[in-house]
């Protein structure tokens, strides 16, 4: 005998999410059964309201409700650096920790061309022209020492050459090759700090 179908279908839609097997799918399904209805029919809503009310930031491109997230908003920031990350959930990271006071810009991923990954796929155009516009000074290169993420680098140091724009990179007390999202807040406060200027 299997589970009916509605549950079979939840099961499903579990294992859609990254890090979730058949057992763990199985377990959260079966767990919504005790759950209370209110809890449950909150949950729904979130789900659709991520899809029907999240958006990027047109400004940094984070994720917002509005049009411009809070910390594009928010004029006691310091406009004047930009650090460069490569998701939204980085964002997050360095928000959590509490000492970056500038502002952001998301890439959205990092050149790879063995993936299929090329700059215009990037946000790199909006990010030269956001330190054109915007009289950026400094901009912080917070994004993983890999080779894709060397070589996003590199190409945004070309893009900028003959400007006065300072670009710096987080210290690399980071391994090479480490996911950003797995880095301690501690670790990750000393490499923005100690971060090194590459032009």
Known sequence: MNYPKTILNLIECF??????????AERLAL???????????????????????IKKCSKCGSLSEDD???????????????????????VILFEKIGTFNGLYHVLD???SPLDGINP????????I???KDENIKEIILAIKPSVEGETTALY???????TDVIISKIAHGIPMGADIDYIDPLTLEMAIEDRTTIS
């Open 15 to 24: 294992k859609k999410f990254p890090g979730i097997g058949e057992k763990t």
């Open 120 to 127: 215009e796929d990037l946000q790199i155009k909006s990010l």
């Open 109 to 111: 991923g990092l050149i």
């Open 156 to 162: 945004i140091r070309k893009m900028l050459e003959g």
């Open 129 to 131: 022209k956001r330190i």
């Open 68 to 90: 411009l997230c809070e910390i594009c908003k928010d004029k006691n920031r310091d406009s004047s650096i930009l650090c460069v990350v490569e998701e939204s959930k980085n």
């Open 31 to 53: 767990s919504t059964l005790t759950m209370d209805k209110e809890l449950l029919e909150t949950f729904g809503e979130s789900l659709t309201d991520v899809k029907t009310k």
